[in-house]
C-alpha cells in the first residue's frame, strides 16, 4: 500500500546472518545486506512469499563486507535487475583492501568476501551494465513527500584512517597479520529513516568509537561521556544532522546485533523516545565464540523498550510456545507463528491511530521474561 511503511528484519535461526527490507511506497522497495537459511536467499525468499516482484526493489545496499551481511548478495543482484548497489567507501577494511590490491593487478589474499565483492561486480556489470555507487556521509539517500532516508557514516576520519593504513601495508607483500589488525565494524553504513511523523533508525554494525581495548566496556560511558574518536555513533551523535533536529526514534533495529561495543547511553538517553520504543535484533553466533548479545546486555536494551523482538536466540530458545499477543499503546501486537528455520519481524506503520504492527515468524519472538529464563549468551 502507498501509504504503508514497513521495516522487516530477517534472521536465520540458529545461526548467524541479518538483512533488512524497507517499503516506502509501491515503488520503492530497498534491500539492506543479505543472508541465508540453508539454500534460501532471505530477502528474495521474503518478497517471493508476500508476491512483490523483484523489479520493485530499487536499491540494494551493503553496509559492510562481513560475511553475516553478504551471504546471497551476488543472486540478490541478479535477480533484481533495476535495483542500484550502494557501497560504504570503505566497506570492511580487510575486504576492502583486498579489492583495492586486486585492482592494482596484484593478487589479493584469498578470503570469503572477496569471492562475494568479485561475484556482485562480475553480475553488475553482466546484468545492465551496472556499476557500484559509494554512500557518502550524511547523504539524503532517498526522499518523497512522506519519507527522507539518511545515511550515517563512513565518517570523513574513518576514511582518512582507512587511506593511512594502506600506507602502512606493503602492497607487494601484504601482511596477513597487519590486515587482521584492522576493524570493519566501525565503517559500517547506518541509516536514518522519517516516515510521516515517525523517526526509525537502521543500526547496521556500527559500533561506538570506544579504543579497541576498551570496545565492549560500556561502562566507560555511563556515567560520563569520554572524549570520542571520530567515528561511529561518537562521531554521528556529534556532528551527523540526523542526530541534530531533535526529533527522537521510535523504532530501531538494533546496531551490532545488540552488542555493548554498539551502546552508547547519550544515544538512548537523549535519541529515542522515552516511553514507546519499539527495537528489533538479530543474533550473532560467531565460530571463534563471540556469540551476541549477551544476556546482560539483552536484559539492559529490553528495559528500555516497550517492545524488544528477536528473530532469533543463539540455539537459546529450541522449543516454539504457542504466540502470546503483545497488546499495548500504539496496538502493537505479535500475530500468528509459523514454524520455520528463520525468524521474520515485520513492523508495520500507516498512520498515528493504527500505529505500528509487528509480527512475528519462525524462530522470531518477544523477549519477555520467559525468553530471559531461557538465554544462556554470557557477558564479555
Request: aromatic share 10%.
Amino acid at each position: 500500500m502507498s501509504d504503508e511503511f514497513e521495516i522487516t528484519t530477517l534472521g536465520p535461526g540458529e545461526s548467524s546472518g541479518e538483512s533488512v527490507v524497507v517499503h516506502l511506497d509501491d515503488d520503492e522497495w530497498i534491500i539492506i545486506d543479505s543472508c541465508m537459511a540453508g539454500d534460501k536467499i532471505l530477502p528474495l525468499e521474503y518478497l517471493h512469499d508476500i508476491e512483490v516482484g523483484y523489479n520493485k526493489v530499487s536499491k540494494v545496499i551493503c553496509t559492510h563486507w562481513h560475511t553475516d551481511h553478504i551471504k546471497g548478495l551476488p543472486e540478490i543482484l541478479r535477480q533484481c535487475k533495476n535495483a542500484q548497489f550502494y557501497m560504504a567507501p570503505v566497506g570492511d577494511f580487510r575486504g576492502y583492501l583486498d579489492v583495492v590490491l586486486k585492482l592494482a593487478g596484484i593478487d589479493p589474499l584469498g578470503s570469503f568476501v572477496w569471492t562475494i565483492l568479485d561475484n556482485c561486480l562480475e553480475t553488475l556489470e553482466e546484468v545492465n551494465h551496472r556499476s557500484p555507487k559509494f554512500i557518502s556521509h550524511n547523504e539524503r539517500f532517498a526522499h518523497a513527500t512522506d519519507y527522507d532516508l539518511y545515511t550515517i557514516g563512513p565518517s570523513d576520519e574513518l576514511i582518512k584512517r582507512f587511506h593511512n593504513s594502506l600506507l602502512m601495508i606493503d602492497p607487494a607483500k601484504p601482511s596477513k597479520e597487519a590486515i587482521k589488525k584492522m576493524e570493519g565494524n566501525l565503517c559500517s553504513v547506518a541509516f536514518s529513516i522519517r516516515f510521516k511523523d515517525q523517526k526509525v533508525l537502521l543500526g547496521g554494525d556500527m559500533e561506538v568509537g570506544r579504543k579497541i581495548a576498551d570496545k565492549y566496556n560500556y561502562h566507560l560511558c555511563e556515567t560520563q561521556c569520554p572524549e570520542h574518536e571520530e567515528c561511529g555513533w561518537c562521531e554521528a551523535i556529534a556532528d551527523g544532522n540526523i542526530f541534530s533536529d531533535e526529533k527522537p526514534y521510535h523504532f530501531v533495529n538494533m546496531p551490532h546485533h545488540s552488542s555493548s561495543s554498539a551502546y552508547c547511553p547519550k544515544m538512548w538517553n537523549e535519541g529515542m523516545i522515552k516511553e514507546g520504543l519499539l527495537a528489533t535484533t538479530t543474533a550473532f553466533k560467531c565460530g571463534l565464540g563471540e556469540d551476541l548479545p549477551t544476556h546482560e546486555m539483552l536484559e539492559l536494551y529490553r528495559q528500555r523498550c516497550r517492545g524488544f523482538f528477536t528473530t532469533n536466540g543463539v540455539n537459546a530458545v529450541k522449543d516454539l510456545k504457542d504466540v502470546k499477543d503483545f497488546e499495548g499503546a500504539d496496538g502493537v501486537e505479535v500475530i500468528d507463528e509459523i514454524i520455520e528455520d528463520e525468524g521474520i519481524i515485520i513492523s508495520r506503520w500507516r498512520n498515528a491511530e493504527e500505529g505500528w504492527k509487528i509480527t512475528c515468524y519462525g524462530t522470531a519472538k518477544l523477549v519477555d521474561d520467559d525468553f530471559m529464563k531461557t538465554y544462556h549468551v554470557a557477558s564479555n
